[in-house]
């Protein structure tokens, strides 16, 4: 059995050492008071047996807690009274190098916590232990000096969670939708040099992974782009391709047929669209951005938002060469096609590619290979988008979310009266937790909605500290977003907050473990017909606060659907600390995602998409719904009809199935999760029993995004409890 030190290194439970320390709190004590040695082995063999069956692995703090209950239950208040003075006392003398110990634990790679924080970022190279680094000294100085000590306090105890306390010292913004056709049509500034309109297709792809690494450097989030920005530069290089034919045909003497020359033009520029396609893929993919992992970008496939036939058919040809080249996958060091996690592919169904005879239903197809292979394209409907995303003027839009859920809400530019979303961001995440908002009323209704208000007034304040970190920011932090066109063109030290307001920008209430909420509340899922109007009901009181923070602040704020990566695992600990061990509800390592059906609950495909569509409607912020399906490679026609169930059922959702690799022994099915001798969860090769995880490739879809570093036991966990629905 393991146990997780201050430092946040993983080591081996001791008993020994809690006989010590109980001693020692004993020997301070008056005889009548003090314990027997049985009763001190009494002590430590409860703790012991407790710990044995907490689904996490517990850290000191928990354990030193159980300890002091053990003692209370001996009826040895002396002795409590002593350790909890010496527990006190040694707290003060960590307390001003707490930072410090983690750190170093960092540097050596003792550190489990910070390891598993992040699937796609390897703690163990330089460039990512220094963003860590830098991190935990951020994080310090926000929890310490820059945060009110109640939010501080509710987000220690995972009543809420403030996301990227890290970066919060910075004036950073969270993610956005890079404006990118104003950066290439219009010229911009990189590491200032100014970058002119490019001449080429592949040009125009080179510089648009440039701009990437340097938004990612620039903010913590994740970023879009539409692969539509970058179509006009087709037809740009097909007519640049043509006078080169032209003067080649002149130098040589011969003149071509019509069909030879448009042969030879299409043969050379598909191979410009090839180079310039695999430009993004490889380099975004091997670049490092300054937080020590390759750009969490998106990449949006949307036909319908070409503004021409012409400009729609170079579109088409810029998607079927992404699509073929994710299919393909990337190298991984044996020189093995692996899957690679970025650039994340969102594909729109529309009315022209969803069926047979639609003259784009080739590149749906091709879509659905993808994701049979690759786990991605996600996808959008336009037509439920269209219904879900009315703006001001009355007009369904659709649009990309901005990494991998965040969504803008609908916005038309006063000056313009046109809808417009591409240089907008989001200002950041604070998460309400409402596990415990349910397990602290105890079940009573009342009290639930009182403390639910409690705790929504607790995020809407906290939200407040994010948005005024970043009120009063000038241009000049970040010229790449605010100067040169990714965000806006503001002038050189003028402020940014004209984007904080107005809905120009959107700031985000996240939730997590609504099914675990109603589960308490009512003992049963938010799936059964007489408890999902209870579930519906805490979405819309979220709606609400969100609505009246709207009025006063002139923000806007809006509802999202968190996706928990490390923190499931800390609200489950949490739970578990606070309220015990509870079946059904805090008994697992993690809590469930948004409003998601539990991972291990029985439901086919159709009825999942469905049910979840309503909750997805109901946060307008940011939702993703997924489909837990077996290697369909030889069944793509029910991966097509899932997709079509899609266009016509939910906004956006995505097909979740496994490609892994072994690099012992070139096994190429699914690596699995088994419990080794400390009850830990790992990784193994079902063909030769490899638990090495630098010589494992495993993809796995956590939370909207593929991670490829493994992840932290809870999460862990999570991924071993998926059943299938198709």
């Known amino acids: 059995m393991k146990i997780i030190k201050r430092n946040g290194s993983e080591v081996n439970f001791d008993i020994t050492k809690i006989i010590t320390a109980v001693s020692q709190a004993n020997a301070e004590a008056a005889d009548p008071q003090k314990l027997s040695r049985d009763q ?3 002590v430590a063999d409860a703790v012991e047996q407790e710990c044995a069956t907490r689904p996490h692995t517990m850290s000191v703090e928990e354990i030193q807690d159980l300890v002091e209950d053990q003692i209370m239950g001996q009826q040895a208040f002396e002795v409590a009274r002593k350790y909890i003075t010496y527990r006190y006392v040694q707290n003060l003398k960590r307390r001003s190098n707490t930072t410090d110990d983690k750190i170093l634990s960092l540097i050596e790679c003792n550190n489990e916590d910070v390891k598993q924080e992040n699937s796609n970022k ?11 680094m830098a991190g935990e000294i951020s994080k310090d100085l926000s929890l310490r000096m820059l945060l009110p000590a109640d939010i501080v306090k509710a987000h220690k105890e995972g009543l809420i969670h403030f996301h990227d306390a890290d970066y919060y010292a910075q004036h950073m913004h969270n993610c956005d939708l890079v404006n990118l056709e104003d950066m290439l049509q219009n010229g911009t500034v990189i590491s200032g040099t100014a970058i002119d309109k490019p001449h080429s297709f592949s040009t125009a792809c080179n510089i648009a992974t440039q701009i990437i690494a340097q938004v990612a450097s620039n903010q913590y989030g994740g970023q879009s782009i539409s692969l539509t920005h970058l179509a006009p530069f087709v037809d740009i290089s097909r007519k640049k391709i043509e006078r080169a034919v032209n003067e080649e045909m002149v130098t040589l003497g011969f003149v071509p047929s019509a069909k030879q020359k448009l042969q030879i033009v299409n043969s050379r520029l598909q191979e410009e669209i090839r180079r310039g396609v695999q430009t993004i893929q ?21 036909l319908n938002e070409a503004r021409n036939p012409q400009e729609k058919a170079d579109l088409a040809m810029i998607i079927e060469e992404t699509l073929r080249q994710r299919i393909q996958g990337v190298k991984n060091e044996s020189g093995v096609w692996v899957t690679p996690a970025f650039p994340k592919l969102i594909y729109v169904l529309e009315d022209d590619n969803l069926k047979e005879g639609d ?22 409907s336009e037509k439920i988008m269209f219904q879900n995303k009315v703006d001001q003027n009355g007009d369904g839009q659709c649009y990309t979310c901005m990494g991998c859920r965040s969504f803008l809400t609908p916005y038309v530019d006063p000056a313009t009266h046109k809808p417009k979303y591409y240089g907008r961001f989001n200002q950041g995440v604070v998460t309400v937790n409402l596990v415990d908002v349910a397990l602290s009323s105890q079940g009573d209704f009342d009290v639930f909605w009182r403390i639910f208000d409690e705790r929504l007034e607790l995020c809407h304040r906290a939200l407040m500290c994010r948005h005024n970190r970043l009120k009063g920011t000038l241009s000049d932090a970040a010229p790449i977003l605010w100067q040169d066109g990714a965000l806006a063109r503001l002038p050189k030290g003028a402020p940014i907050d004209p984007l904080l307001y107005g809905g120009y920008s959107t700031i ?18 938010h799936t059964d017909p007489a408890v999902t109007p209870f579930a519906l009901r805490v979405m819309q009181h979220m709606n609400d606060a969100c609505a009246r923070w709207k009025a006063k602040h002139n923000i806007d704020f809006s509802l999202y659907g968190t996706p928990l990566e490390s923190t499931t695992y800390k609200f489950a600990k949490c739970l578990q600390q606070r309220f015990g061990v509870i079946p059904g509800v805090t008994d697992k390592g993690y809590i469930t995602n948004s409003y998601h059906v539990h991972v291990s609950e029985q439901i086919n495909a159709f009825a999942k998409l469905k049910f979840e569509s309503q909750f997805q409607k109901l946060s307008p912020g940011g939702a993703i719904s997924y489909v837990e399906v077996p290697n369909m490679q030889d069944n793509i026609p029910a991966v097509i009809a899932v997709l079509q169930f899609i266009y016509d059922n939910i906004m956006y959702a995505e097909l979740n199935t496994k490609s892994d690799y072994c690099q012992v022994c070139g096994f190429d099915g699914e690596i699995q999760i088994v419990t080794d001798d400390d009850g830990k969860l790992v990784w193994e090769c079902p063909k030769c029993g490899n638990r090495d995880e630098s010589k494992l490739n495993v993809a796995r879809r956590t939370c909207g995004y593929i ?3 493994f992840w932290n036991q809870g999460r862990t966990q999570e991924i071993r409890d998926r059943v299938l629905h198709l």
């Open 359 to 380: 003259p784009y239903f080739y590149l749906t197809r091709l879509a659905a290979e993808c994701t049979a292979k690759r786990m991605v394209p996600d996808y959008i």
């Open 707 to 709: 991670g490829t570093q």
């Open 508 to 525: 985000s209430l996240g939730y997590a473990g609504l099914y675990e909420c109603c589960k308490y509340m009512t003992g049963k899922s």
């Open 40 to 42: 001190i082995n009494a």
């Open 282 to 302: 490889y380099q975004v993919v091997t670049l490092m951005t300054t937080n020590g992992q390759a750009p969490f970008v998106t990449v949006f496939m949307y």
């Open 122 to 132: 390897n703690p163990t190279v330089n460039s990512v232990q220094r963003d860590y």
